[in-house]
């Protein structure tokens, strides 16, 4: 079965760090483009960054750029989010999203709470 965990969430305040992890188990990991978003309950999701799955490219939202860096370890099927310089506005579950495949599959994991404290 196709398994997207995402993991690493937590409770810290504004100034600090905390890095993301997405283990994906289930599809051939390099046929797919990874993606972090994030959704405040009542408020649309959030792309905050994504990794191409063609040629590595990466994409960051304005308001993470300089903060946030997406990397894969193909080895460990992991995708991870390091966030450092949190905010109160970074708070939100982050969801890990994988796109691709012959079919352009879209698979969801279950989020992660972060929460950032003033």
């Known amino acids: 079965d196709v398994q997207l965990q995402a993991s690493g969430g937590g409770l810290v305040q504004v100034g600090g760090y905390l890095r993301l992890s997405c283990a994906v188990s289930g599809i051939t990991f390099d046929d797919y483009a990874m993606s972090w978003i994030r959704q405040v309950p009542g408020k649309e999701r959030e792309v905050v960054s994504c990794t191409s799955k063609s040629d590595g490219s990466t994409y960051y939202a304005d308001s993470v750029k300089g903060r946030f860096t997406i990397s894969r370890d193909v080895a460990k099927n992991t995708v991870y989010l390091q966030m450092n310089s949190l905010k109160p506005e970074d708070t939100a579950v982050y969801y890990c999203?994988?796109?691709?495949?012959?079919?352009?599959?879209?698979?969801w994991g279950k989020g992660t709470l972060v929460t950032v404290s003033s």
């Open positions: 999203n994988a796109k691709g495949g012959h079919m352009n599959m879209n698979y």
